[in-house]
């Protein structure tokens, strides 16, 4: 399947078709990516493992979550 470029929801210029391919759920080019710091936030969270009450913390793993930061069009910052 064959991506097509699609507008950047910040400037308005088009986002390359391997940028799109790459990252489907991008809606920002690579220049205001850069400029904004990236266009997620990942928030990460250790995960216990040990039962409720008890004083030993016995870590699982780590959960992961991708939070999309506010887009405003440039210039508006």
């Known amino acids: ?3 097509q ?3 950047c929801a910040r400037c308005g210029e088009d ?6 391919d790459a990252l489907p759920e991008t809606r920002v080019c ?3 990516s850069k400029e904004m ?3 997620f936030v990942v928030l990460v969270s250790a995960e216990r493992t040990s039962k409720e009450g008890s004083l030993k913390k016995n870590y699982g793993g ?3 979550r991708k939070v999309r930061k506010p887009i405003k069009p440039r210039g508006e910052e």
Do not use: N, Q
């Open 1 to 3: 399947m064959e991506c």
């Open 5 to 7: 470029p699609r507008p």
């Open 15 to 20: 986002i390359p078709a391997e940028r799109v």
């Open 30 to 32: 690579v220049r205001c």
């Open 37 to 39: 710091g990236g266009e």
């Open 62 to 64: 780590y959960s992961t």
